[in-house]
């Protein structure tokens, strides 16, 4: 478990302790606003008597990327409630500059939109990633290529047109660890994206390994509770500089009310990644000792996420949790399972997703503030349910709720 002295920057980026800049970053200037909430900027647009001026600012946004003094002009530009967020998760992660956007896959788009735009249409990946990451860049859907490899093959893999070399660690939905040092060194003078939406910068801050780009998923641990969709990237401001060019003219903002929802879950970040995490720690010893698990994936880092595969149904596990949501997404205070096979990875080729050990019995747990008992005793009467698969009596609409609890269903829960 990290201390605050063991989280002490090794770049000068970062001047305070990781969880007190997770509660006071974005927020310096509110007291001599004499505020103590960040306050929510709702406009689209901007009044200004002075077009001339307006025009000079546009000008120079153009052309450089660079945030404008004074407001915004139009929230396609920018937002001040936004912009909080993003100087928070900057210092949090040890970067220049943050740019948030409207989803981690809107995220992940303008960066590789500001590559390609560089006639750098080439991308090194390394599986498993996200299965929509996966396919962004399989499918070619904005004009890029993709070679994927292993870690140890990324530096032979490196061609004249690469623009970008893409991790995940630990890596959707497998949890499997690449050494991100290791992997920057492959890279040479090629940028290193590191999606980190498993981790969080409370567990790994990549571009003190060598990254230039972090990628987050912001709806996930960022937001918290699972009522806010957002991504953003960390990064140095010259590349910050582009994405915001992109940005604004794709269009992919994040809603000022998710700025601000954001920025309010980076304030407990710290505390519920490390609570989520000793849970997760727990509950992966215990479905490694049980008997009716094939294997577990827990990372060497840690954190709240736990793979397992199972002897069997893994839609039977599914469909009987009953304090455990079983849902897509991650990262929130409430726990939630998924089957990767089917959701989260549905939309990569089989011979693909069986390849980078994304196989039919793996589910992905993402371990919340529940209590681990009350976790262990769903996870152990969803593993034993002889309920019926779903399917099974979808022809029979009488049915009610009631009588699909498991017959092993703790009372009470
Ligand atoms: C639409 S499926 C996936 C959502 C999210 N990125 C996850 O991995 O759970």
Not at 3 to 24: C, N
Not at 52 to 69: C, K, M, N, V
Not at 172 to 192: F, K, M, Y
Not at 303 to 323: K, Q, Y
Request: glycine share 8%; proline share 6%; net charge negative.
């Amino acid at each position: 478990m990290d201390t605050e002295a063991s989280m002490a920057p090794s770049t000068t980026t970062r001047s305070r302790a990781l969880a007190t800049e997770a509660v006071h970053a974005g927020r310096d200037d509110l007291a001599a606003l004499g505020l103590h909430a960040p306050p929510i900027d709702l406009s689209t647009t901007y009044p200004s008597y002075d077009s001339r001026g307006e025009a000079e600012r546009i000008d120079s946004f153009a052309a450089t990327g660079a945030r404008l003094d004074g407001p915004p002009v139009y929230a396609r530009l920018d937002n001040p409630t936004t912009a909080r967020f993003e100087t928070a998760l900057a210092r949090l992660e040890g970067t220049a500059s943050a740019v948030a956007f409207a989803s981690g896959m809107a995220a992940l788009t303008a960066v590789l939109l500001v590559r390609a735009s560089m006639g750098l249409r080439h991308v090194v990946a390394v599986r498993p990633l996200y299965g929509c990451s996966d396919h962004l860049l399989g499918a070619g859907l904005l004009g890029t290529e993709v070679t994927w490899t292993d870690p140890a093959g990324i530096a032979d893999a490196i061609r004249p047109d690469t623009g970008l070399v893409m991790v995940e660690t630990p890596a959707n939905p497998t949890l499997a660890e690449v050494d991100i040092r290791s992997v920057a060194h492959s890279c040479g003078s090629v940028p290193l994206l590191v999606d980190n939406t498993f981790a969080t910068p409370v567990l790994q801050r990549p571009v003190e390994h060598g990254a230039r780009i972090v990628l987050h998923s912001a709806t996930k641990y960022l937001g918290g509770h699972g009522d806010v969709m957002g991504g953003v990237v960390a990064c140095d401001e010259e590349f910050a500089a582009r994405l915001r060019q992109v940005r604004f003219a794709t269009g992919g903002v994040l809603h000022p009310m998710a700025g601000y929802l954001l920025l309010r879950g980076l304030a407990t970040l710290p505390v519920r990644v490390r609570a989520a995490s000793a849970s997760a720690a727990e509950l992966s010893r215990r479905l490694a000792a049980d008997p009716r698990i094939a294997r577990v994936h827990y990372p060497e880092l840690g954190g709240a996420m736990v793979s397992f595969e199972i002897f069997g149904d893994p839609h039977r596990v599914i469909a009987a949790v009953r304090l455990i949501t079983p849902a897509v997404s991650l990262g929130s205070v409430d726990s939630l399972i998924q089957h990767p096979a089917s959701i989260s990875h549905r939309i990569v080729d089989e011979g693909d997703r069986q390849a980078s050990g994304v196989g039919d019995r793996l589910l992905r747990m993402s371990v919340g503030l529940e209590d681990v008992e009350d976790l262990w005793a769903d996870l152990c009467q969803a593993l034993s349910s002889e309920e019926p698969l779903r399917q099974d009596f979808s022809d029979s609409p009488a049915r009610t709720a009631a009588e699909t609890v498991p017959k092993s269903r703790p009372a009470g829960r």
